[in-house]
C-alpha cells in the first residue's frame, strides 16, 4: 500500500506542480534575483537587416492581408526581405503572390511543385536568405506597425539569440474551445514570460511569429513536427538566451473547433516527444535554468496523462484504506464525467464554461498520450494539413 500511496500522491503532485507551482516559484525566484532586464538594455536604433520567411499552403484567403501587415511597420523597409515558399499551393496563392510582388521589390517569392512541409521549406528559405536576423512567421499571423521594430530591438543585447512575439487571438466562439484555448495561450504566454525574465530560458515560442539570429537556426529534421521548439532548444543549447517580448504582438484565428484542434494536438504531441528524446540532455540537468524550466514546464506537462492514469488506478485500489481515497476517487468519477456531460449538452447547444475547461483539458492530455505511442513509432514525414481558418 505504501507503493500506491506514493505512485498517487506523486501523480498529483506532478500535475499540480507543472501547472500551478512552478509559475508561483518563477514569481518567488523573479523577485529574489531580480529581473534579467533585458529591455532596459535594449535599443530601438539597432536595425539589422531582417528576412522574414514564410511557408504558405493555400492561404489565398490570408496571405495579401498577411503581407500587407508585414510592410505596414515603423521598421525600415530597405532594411527588410520577405521570402515565400509556395507549397505546391493550388487554391490561388500563387497568382496572388505573382500580383503583389510588382508592388513590393523586396518580396521573393518561390513555388515548389510537391508538398514539401512546412518546416522544409522554411530550411530552403534560410539558405536564399541574406538578413542577419531571421523572423519566421505562419501566413495567417498578422502584425501591427510596432510588432517587428518590438521584436528585433532584444537583439542589440549579445546574450539574446531568439525572441517571440506576444500572440493575441481573434475568432472568438463559444460554442467551441476558442476561450478555453485563449486562456491556455495566455497562461503560456504569462509563464514563458517569466522564464525570459527570470533566466533567459523560454522553453519555445509559439511558433508563428518569433526570430532568431541567423547564424544560431538549426535546420530541422525532415521528420520533426514541431520545429519551433526544436528551433530554440538549440539556440539555449548554443548557449545564447530565448525570451519572449509581450511588447510585440502579433494576431491570430485561435481553433474553436475540439475535434480539429484535437487532431492538431496529436502532432504537436507526438512532436513534443521527438523532441523530448532529442534534447534530454538539456532537461536531466535539473539545476541548470535551461534544464529546470525544460523539466518543470514541458517534460512534467508531457508526461502528465501517465500521471492522470496512475493517480486514478492506485486511487481505486487504495478506496477501501482510508476516507481520503474515497473522496478522491469520487471527485475523478466526477470530473471525468464531466465531459461526458459537456459533450452531451453541447449537442444540444447548452455550453456551459467550467465543463468545456475540463473537456479541453483532458482532450489535451488524451492527445499527449496518443502522440507519445506516435512518436514511438517514428515518424516518416512532417508534411500535414494546415489547421482550418476561422472553425465555426
Not at 73 to 98: A, H, M
Not at 309 to 336: C, H, K, P, R
Request: aromatic share 14%.
Amino acid at each position: 500500500m505504501i507503493v500506491l500511496q506514493i505512485i498517487f500522491w506523486v501523480s498529483v503532485a506532478a500535475i499540480a506542480y507543472s501547472y500551478v507551482l512552478y509559475p508561483l516559484i518563477l514569481q518567488l525566484i523573479l523577485q529574489l534575483k531580480g529581473d534579467m532586464q533585458f529591455f532596459q538594455k535594449s535599443d530601438l536604433a539597432y536595425t539589422p537587416k531582417l528576412s522574414v520567411l514564410i511557408a504558405a499552403y493555400n492561404e489565398s484567403s490570408i496571405i495579401e492581408k498577411k503581407i500587407k501587415s508585414l510592410y505596414n511597420t515603423g521598421y525600415p523597409l530597405e532594411k527588410i526581405e520577405v521570402l515565400i515558399g509556395s507549397d505546391n499551393s493550388t487554391d490561388g496563392t500563387n497568382e496572388i503572390l505573382k500580383k503583389i510582388s510588382t508592388k513590393y521589390t523586396n518580396l521573393h517569392f518561390f513555388i515548389f511543385n510537391s508538398r514539401q512541409g512546412k518546416i522544409n521549406i522554411i530550411n530552403q528559405l534560410e539558405q536564399k536568405a541574406t538578413g542577419e536576423i531571421l523572423i519566421l512567421t505562419d501566413a495567417n499571423v498578422l502584425l501591427q506597425q510596432n510588432t517587428i521594430p518590438e521584436l528585433v530591438k532584444p537583439f542589440s543585447d549579445d546574450r539574446i539569440g531568439l525572441v517571440d512575439t506576444q500572440m493575441k487571438n481573434y475568432g472568438m466562439n463559444n460554442n467551441g474551445i476558442s476561450f478555453q484555448e485563449k486562456s491556455y495561450i495566455s497562461r503560456e504566454v504569462y509563464i514563458k514570460s517569466l522564464e525570459s525574465r527570470t533566466f533567459g530560458t523560454m522553453t519555445g515560442p509559439f511558433g508563428g511569429c518569433y526570430a532568431i539570429r541567423r547564424e544560431l537556426y538549426t535546420p530541422v529534421p525532415a521528420n520533426y513536427l514541431v520545429d519551433d521548439f526544436f528551433i530554440c532548444m538549440n539556440v539555449l543549447r548554443k548557449g545564447k538566451m530565448a525570451i519572449n517580448n509581450i511588447d510585440a504582438l502579433a494576431f491570430e484565428d485561435v481553433s474553436n473547433n475540439l475535434a480539429i484542434e484535437f487532431r492538431r494536438k496529436i502532432r504537436i504531441g507526438t512532436g513534443n516527444f521527438q523532441n523530448l528524446w532529442h534534447f534530454s540532455d538539456i532537461w536531466i540537468k535539473l539545476l541548470k535554468p535551461a534544464g529546470f524550466c525544460f523539466f518543470s514546464h514541458k517534460v512534467l506537462r508531457w508526461f502528465g496523462p501517465f500521471f492522470l492514469v496512475a493517480a486514478f488506478i492506485s486511487n481505486l485500489f487504495l478506496y477501501e484504506t482510508a476516507l481520503l481515497y474515497q473522496v478522491t476517487f469520487y471527485l475523478q468519477i466526477i470530473v471525468t464525467f464531466s465531459v461526458i456531460a459537456d459533450i452531451i449538452l453541447k449537442k444540444i447547444g447548452n455550453h456551459i464554461v467550467l465543463l468545456r475547461f475540463i473537456t479541453h483539458f483532458y482532450a489535451m492530455n488524451l492527445s499527449l498520450l496518443i502522440g507519445f505511442f506516435k512518436s514511438l513509432k517514428g515518424v516518416k514525414s512532417n508534411v500535414w494539413k494546415p489547421t482550418k481558418r476561422l472553425q465555426k
